[in-house]
C-alpha cells in the first residue's frame, strides 16, 4: 500500500508497504480523506513537539476517515463496505485514568502519529473497531476526517459547560478556532465573539457566523468585550490560538464568575498569568486536552446539518503531493488542507 513517510525535517518519501491484516477486534479501513492538521506540520517542519520527538521515519496524519474492507473475527457492528470515521487515540483501557472514564488522559494512549506511532497518510489502516464510528450516509467521509478537530471544539465547549445564551469568546481563528465557534453555537451560544491577528482569518470567521470579530493588533480586546457585553465580560472564553498575549488577556475577556478553556498550547509552558485577577473575580480556568466520548456527537451534529466543518477545508491534495500540499499549509492564510484517496 502506498504511504507517505516522513523521512527527515521537511521530506516526505512514497513508499509501499505491506498492507495490515486486522487483528480480532480491529477494522482494516480504506483511508479516504486525511485532514492535515498543525501538529503534523509542526513535526514536518520542526521534528519535534515539545516533548515528542520523531523517529524517522514516521507517517503523519491523524484527522481521518474512510471505507471499512476487512473486520476481524470478534467484531460485531460493522461490516465491509460501512464508512468510518477513526477516533486515533487508543488508550490502554487498563490504567487509572482509563478506569476513571477519562480515557483521553491515559498516559500510554497510542495516538496516530504522534512518535513514535504511524498515523493515517496511507491506503490502509488497521484500527480497534471501538474507535472507528459509522458514518450515515448523509456524512461524507471528510467530515468524518474533520470529527477529530471538531471534537478538539465539542471537548472544549464541553469544559466550559457552554450553555444556551451564552457569550462565548473564541480567540484565534485557526481550524480549532473555527470548529470550537462550531460546537459553541450548537451547544447553544447566541454570541460569538471571534479574535485573531490576521484580518483574513477574521473575515472567515464572520463569513462563518462570527457575531463579532476582533482584530487584537488594532483593538483592545477587553474594550471591544465590555462593549458587546455592556461590561458584563464573556461567559465563556475559548483561548485557541495558544498566543501568550491571548492567552493573558483571557481574564480580562471573561465575566465575573466565568470560565476560561485553555485549549491553544503555548510556546513556552510558563505564561505570566494574573492570578489575583482569577481569585477575585472567581474565575474557572479549566485546560482542554484532546477530547473524550465526542465522535457520536461529532457525527449526530454533522447527520442533524447543525455544524459545518467542510467549509473551512482550503484545499485538497492527492497523497503523491503531499509535499507541495504540507508547503501550502505552512502558507499564513491556509486553514485546512486535506489529503484525498481514490475510491
Ligand atoms: N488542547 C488540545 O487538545 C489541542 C488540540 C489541537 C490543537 N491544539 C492547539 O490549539 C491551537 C490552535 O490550533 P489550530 O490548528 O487552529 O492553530 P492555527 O495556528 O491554525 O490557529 C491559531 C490562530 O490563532 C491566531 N492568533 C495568533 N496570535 C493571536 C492572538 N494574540 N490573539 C488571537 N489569535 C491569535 C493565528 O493568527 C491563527 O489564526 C494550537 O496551539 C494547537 O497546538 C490543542
Ligand atoms: C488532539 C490533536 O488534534 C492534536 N493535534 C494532538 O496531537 O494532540
Redesign the pocket.
Known amino acids: 500500500m502506498r504511504t507517505a513517510v516522513l523521512a527527515e525535517p521537511t521530506q516526505f518519501e512514497l513508499e509501499e508497504r505491506p498492507r495490515p491484516s486486522p487483528g480480532p477486534d480491529d477494522v482494516l479501513v480504506a483511508i479516504r480523506d486525511v485532514g492535515i492538521?498543525?501538529?503534523d506540520v509542526h513535526y514536518y517542519e520542526h521534528g519535534r513537539i515539545g516533548d515528542y520527538v520523531v523517529d524517522y521515519p514516521l507517517v503523519l496524519g491523524h484527522e481521518s476517515a474512510g471505507e471499512v474492507v476487512d473486520v476481524g473475527e470478534e467484531v460485531t457492528g460493522l461490516e465491509p463496505g460501512d464508512r468510518v470515521a477513526l477516533e486515533p487515540g487508543v488508550p490502554c483501557r487498563r490504567c487509572a485514568h482509563c478506569k476513571r472514564g477519562d480515557y483521553h488522559l491515559c498516559e500510554d494512549v497510542r495516538f496516530m502519529a504522534t512518535p513514535p506511532h504511524d498515523g493515517a497518510f496511507t491506503e490502509y489502516v488497521s484500527w480497534p473497531a471501538d474507535f472507528a464510528y459509522q458514518l450515515p450516509e448523509n456524512v461524507s467521509t471528510a467530515e468524518g476526517a474533520l470529527c477529530e478537530?471538531l471534537s478538539?471544539g465539542i471537548h472544549a465547549c464541553r469544559r466550559g459547560d457552554v450553555g444556551t445564551g451564552d457569550t462565548v469568546l473564541v480567540?484565534?481563528?485557526?481550524?480549532?478556532?473555527l470548529l470550537a465557534m462550531e460546537a459553541a453555537r450548537a451547544a447553544g451560544a447566541t454570541d460569538i465573539v471571534v479574535?485573531?491577528?490576521?484580518e483574513e482569518?477574521l473575515d472567515f470567521a464572520a463569513e462563518r457566523g462570527a457575531d463579532l470579530t476582533v482584530d487584537?493588533t488594532e483593538t483592545d480586546l477587553e474594550t471591544a468585550i465590555d462593549e458587546y457585553t455592556d461590561g458584563v465580560g464573556a461567559d465563556v472564553v475559548v483561548e485557541?490560538?495558544?498566543?501568550d498575549?491571548?492567552i493573558q488577556s483571557t481574564v480580562d475577556a471573561v465575566r465575573r464568575g466565568g470560565t476560561v478553556v485553555l485549549?491553544?498550547?503555548a510556546d513556552e509552558a510558563t505564561v505570566p498569568f494574573d492570578v489575583l485577577e482569577v481569585i477575585d473575580n472567581e474565575i474557572d480556568v479549566h485546560g482542554?486536552?484532546?477530547y473524550k466520548n465526542t465522535y457520536d456527537a461529532a457525527i449526530d451534529l454533522l447527520a442533524d446539518d447543525a455544524v459545518d466543518v467542510e467549509g473551512i477545508v482550503d484545499f485538497e491534495s492527492p497523497l503523491d503531493d503531499i509535499e507541495a500540499a504540507f508547503q501550502r499549509a505552512m502558507e499564513p492564510a491556509a486553514i485546512k488542507g486535506m489529503i484525498t484517496f481514490d475510491p
Do not use: N, Y
Open positions: 492538521c498543525g501538529s478537530p478538539v480567540a484565534g481563528a485557526g481550524p480549532i478556532g479574535s485573531d491577528v490576521v482569518k487584537v485557541a490560538s495558544g498566543a498575549p491571548s485549549v491553544g498550547l482542554s486536552f484532546r
